[in-house]
């Protein structure tokens, strides 16, 4: 599978060396969604799920955005859509991608390349680590359509920004370049338009050689503890210590620190 495109059209995914890249490639309608887009991309995150060879997931766009969310030229379908079929399409649709990105313990980094709005900004806001081009740019643009963050905007945003600043940003629609979104949290790190790829691949072999139980346990006791008090997080962590403390990846890290060695891993 190293090194494959297992599919085409509008969505690229590759995986190489432990690292699956999903690329939107619908350059031309600055990556908006359709149902093909988004029953290929839900594929490729339950391949990166479930493979074992993945260890570290990058999401980017092709062409000058991340992705604009959904397809205004499909908005007209709606209004002869019943209220429940509405909250079906939706519920069945595009949250779907949010919620698959949720069940998955691996690192998620978001390769953001151009401007990411309103569904599209949700879903990077869903990633775990946001890394920026210089020249992008964001807004969160429901209600610029009279809508309301329908990607899961309304639940992400205000616990990566705070409630003030994503009330700013959902009530105005403004755009936020990408050195403001680094200082408020939105984003990472912003490189330089020809090193992002580069410098968000270099990161996610980083971490794709480090111990992978590790990596995928401490995202999920930080994210399951996120809304408990002390004593419930602190029982959510001894829970999976033995998991890692009695791993072969545990006992190859002493044995590399002892012997001033690099730890070779293997996720078991």
Request: charged share 25%; net charge neutral.
């Amino acid at each position: 599978m190293s090194g494959e495109v297992l599919m085409s059209g509008e969505l690229l995914f590759v995986v190489e060396h432990g690292i699956a890249t999903i690329t939107l490639n619908r350059p031309d309608k600055l990556n908006a969604f359709t149902d093909d887009m988004q029953s290929k991309w839900l594929d490729a995150l339950e391949e990166c799920r479930t493979n074992p060879e993945v260890r570290v997931i990058v999401i980017t766009g092709t062409g000058r955005a991340f992705t604009t969310g959904g397809d205004i030229g499909g908005f007209t379908e709606y209004a002869a859509q019943t209220p429940a079929a509405i909250k079906a399409r939706v519920s069945e649709g595009i949250q779907r991608l949010p919620r698959k990105i949720a069940e998955i313990d691996k690192p998620i980094l978001a390769a953001l390349n151009g401007m990411a709005t309103g569904g599209g900004l949700d879903i990077a806001l869903a990633c775990d680590i946001r890394f920026a081009a210089q020249s992008a740019r964001f807004a969160e643009t429901y209600v610029r359509m009279g809508l309301i963050p329908g990607v899961g905007g309304a639940y992400l945003l205000p616990r990566i920004v705070g409630t003030s600043k994503a009330l700013e940003m959902f009530w105005t629609g403004d755009w936020v370049e990408a050195v403001e979104a680094e200082r408020i949290g939105l984003v990472n790190k912003v490189f330089p338009d020809p090193q992002l790829m580069e410098a968000t691949h270099a990161f996610a072999r980083r971490i794709a050689d480090g111990p992978p139980l590790a990596i995928q346990l401490i995202k999920r006791v930080m994210r399951f503890g996120l809304d408990k008090d002390l004593a419930t997080a602190h029982e959510i962590v001894a829970a999976n210590l033995p998991i890692v403390r009695t791993s072969e990846d545990h006992v190859e890290a002493v044995n590399a620190f002892k012997e001033k060695r690099a730890p070779r891993f293997k996720g078991q």
